[in-house]
């Protein structure tokens, strides 16, 4: 229950020295006009807009709005500031330990023993927690929670919130208002009106049996737009996120299906569904700088801090849509612990678990269980301390069959029963369901986990993706054939004929139900967006007619001006294309001839020199054309098209300037691809009902 006054009133914190004069806010936004911005606020201070963000308002003597800029979108996350950056009026307990038993604050600890606590001469009205979030920035409310103990019942019933800008010799604010607490369980408190600070400290007013107290911030940050979606500035939800113009946004449906780390915007799993719905428990920390090169960061886990992620319940039906796939992209570090876990998800300890975990010094382990009863299967040694390695688990349901593969290793195995659909109380990243066993120590660039087993294409480009930080749940798909769209386009449908042309599309064609061009889908023109249809089989865009064939060319190519590989490929991307992919001789010739003199960047690639090469785009490797004696280095992860002879070269790690060739989709009567069958893996298509009304 929130008590509302008129004004915030000013405080001053223990200790504070009294500001000095400030110079008059005209005349520091003459001297900062790009970087600063003027809150208009008692003593009036000129303060800058949080790191990234602008203001549409100059203006003197006015409260301008800080904005996103164009390419990402405002937005409320929860901020669980770590224990270096939190400090107690009093603690019950080791003061000089980070997280001793009672000082154990963060949000969803998962030492149900603890949180903060106070000394117990110390119990009395008045005792504060603060937290300081490194930098400002709009806060909007903040999630609180007891002793985690239940039989304890210790939490605290009524708090004030307080707030600074500045450090600790700054003047703080009282918020209006009081908050409260029923009982130990986690709750949410709005603010009435957001608030710009960077200390944050909650004044106790009111306990039950102890001052008992765990918390987080909820807070407003700028976040980038998925893939090559772009966004005004100034935007404030991801639906604003559009593709441009000639694309639609496209969510498979397994993906639609899937749980994964959010990239680049902080340290959750989550559905896409729920991403703005806070249904997770997250202690640890994601780092921007953390990740792979080119990457956006990763989640980081201290096992001392027993840091770890839950994303909630989660549905699972193995069974059902026949099979999983777990793509996860980790590096572990420090001391190596039998027993880390990537994954475990389950329902408590020997309770329909699925998990990733090292197993011994270096090896990884996948463990499936139908309650108690297990089956698995681990690799030889592939585990090297502080190195990234790319981890896919899959099972089929028709034939049992689980498989792992690590880095380069792969192992596989028939599970003795099969496995059945669950829904998953806990889906724990970096933590055992089993109390006693150890914590990860180590960082995760990428998690995907669906109940459908993926082509090793789809797996690919999921494992791709998140090298480059990219969103492995949604994308732009580029419209099909000569079709185009507006910007901000949804779906399939909003493809339309360009001016002078139309679509052909005959009443039988409507009637029809045929194979989607590109997917492993078959399906009615009307049903092709309804996720209606059940397919195994495998759409590989190789596996079709030749490029020589009379449909003409899958691709068309177009060369960049010189720069880094990253730079080269970010232009190809937003231009509706990829780096080059060639399959063939002739495909080769092409590029060669685009490329014109020199070398140029294609889009062949390798994670690590230990790692094997493979094509940006995700499509299968079928044709290589090394100048003798490359692609061998230890030290080259990227390569080039030679022109004087038409071979590849392995070049760096991407850092000189070439050119790229790009290529962009230009012809989808025949797009060189086709659905595969494999009759050992009694792999099929179903598009569902259809009526056939051929009297």
């Known amino acids: 229950m929130i008590s509302q006054s008129q004004h915030s009133k000013p405080i001053s914190a223990k200790g504070v020295k009294k500001s000095r004069m400030a110079i008059p806010c005209n005349l520091k936004m003459r001297m900062f006009l790009v970087f600063f911005v003027v809150l208009y606020a008692p003593g009036g201070i000129c303060t800058a807009c949080p790191v990234g963000e602008f203001t549409s308002d100059m203006q003197p003597n006015t409260v301008p709005t800080c904005e996103c800029p164009a390419g990402s979108f405002k937005q409320t996350r929860v901020l669980n500031p770590p224990y270096a950056s939190r400090s107690y009026s009093s603690v019950l307990g080791n003061t000089s330990d980070l997280r001793d038993h009672f000082s154990a604050s963060l949000l969803d600890d998962a030492d149900n023993e603890m949180a903060w606590c106070v000394k117990q001469p110390d119990l009395s009205s008045g005792q504060w927690m603060e937290m300081d979030i490194g930098t400002p920035m709009y806060i909007v409310g903040i999630i609180t929670q007891g002793r985690g103990i239940l039989n304890h019942n210790q939490y605290v019933k009524e708090f004030r919130v307080e707030y600074r800008l500045g450090d600790t010799s700054g003047v703080g604010i009282i918020l209006p208002g009081t908050f409260s607490m029923t009982d130990v369980l986690k709750k949410e408190h709005t603010f009435s009106v957001p608030i710009y600070a960077r200390y944050i400290r909650i004044v106790v007013l009111d306990w039950n049996n102890y001052i008992s107290l765990r918390a987080a911030l909820i807070v407003k940050s700028c976040s980038t737009c998925f893939s090559n979606a772009v966004s005004l500035q100034g935007s404030t939800a991801s639906s604003a996120c559009e593709c441009l113009a000639g694309a639609y946004k496209y969510t498979s449906a397994f993906s639609n299906r899937a749980i994964a780390l959010v990239p680049g915007q902080g340290a959750y799993l989550s559905t896409l569904a729920n991403r703005n719905q806070r249904l997770f428990a997250a202690t640890a920390i994601f780092d921007s700088a953390a990740g792979p090169p080119g990457s956006k960061g990763a989640v980081k886990f201290d096992r001392v801090l027993s840091q770890y992620l839950d994303g909630g319940t989660y549905t699972f039906n193995v069974a059902t849509n026949g099979g999983f796939t777990i793509v996860s992209v980790v590096k572990f570090s420090g001391a190596p612990a039998n027993g880390d876990r990537i994954i475990d998800f389950g329902k408590g300890p020997d309770n329909d678990n699925v998990i990733i975990y090292r197993h011994g010094d270096d090896k990884m382990l996948l463990s499936i269980r139908n309650g108690n009863t297990q089956c698995w299967i681990f690799t030889d040694a592939v585990i090297v301390q502080e190195s990234w390695l790319t981890v896919v688990a899959t099972y089929e349901s028709s034939s049992r069959k689980m498989k792992l593969r690590a880095g380069n ?73 000569d079709s185009t769209s507006l910007q901000g386009s949804l779906s399939t449908a909003d493809c339309q004929c360009q001016a002078g042309a139309y679509n052909t599309a005959s009443e039988a064609d409507k009637r029809a139900i045929s194979l989607v061009s590109g997917r492993a889908q078959f399906s009615t023109l009307a049903n092709r967006d309804l996720v209606l249809y059940k397919p195994t089989a495998v759409f590989d865009s190789t596996a079709g007619p030749n490029f020589g064939s009379t449909e003409g060319p899958k691709f068309s190519w177009f060369l960049t001006t010189p720069g880094t590989y990253q730079a080269v490929r970010q232009f190809c991307v937003e231009n509706m294309g990829e780096l080059a992919t060639i399959h063939s001789a002739q495909e080769n010739e092409a590029v060669r001839n685009t490329c014109k003199a020199g070398g140029c960047y294609i889009g062949y690639i390798r994670d690590s020199g230990s790692s094997p090469w493979y094509w940006q785009s995700g499509e299968a490797v079928t044709y290589s054309n090394w100048r003798t004696g490359e692609g061998t280095s230890s030290s080259e992860t990227k390569s080039i098209i030679v022109v004087d002879t038409g071979t590849w070269g392995d070049i760096g790690q991407g850092q000189y300037d070439y050119p790229g060739v790009c290529q962009r989709l230009s012809v989808c009567t025949n797009c060189n691809g086709a659905v595969t069958f494999d009759r050992s893996l009694s792999q099929y298509l179903d598009g569902g009902s259809h009526t056939f009304n051929i009297a």
């Open 409 to 481: 290793v792969t192992v596989s195995g028939t599970c003795s029963f099969a496995v059945t659909d669950r829904v998953f109380s806990t889906t724990y990243v970096g933590r055992s369901n089993w109390a006693g066993d150890t914590y990860s120590k180590g960082s995760i660039a990428g998690l995907y986990v669906v109940d459908a087993l993926l082509s090793e294409a789809e797996i690919a480009d999921i494992s791709g993706k998140m090298y480059r930080g990219e969103d492995t749940l949604q994308s732009c798909q580029s419209c099909y054939g």
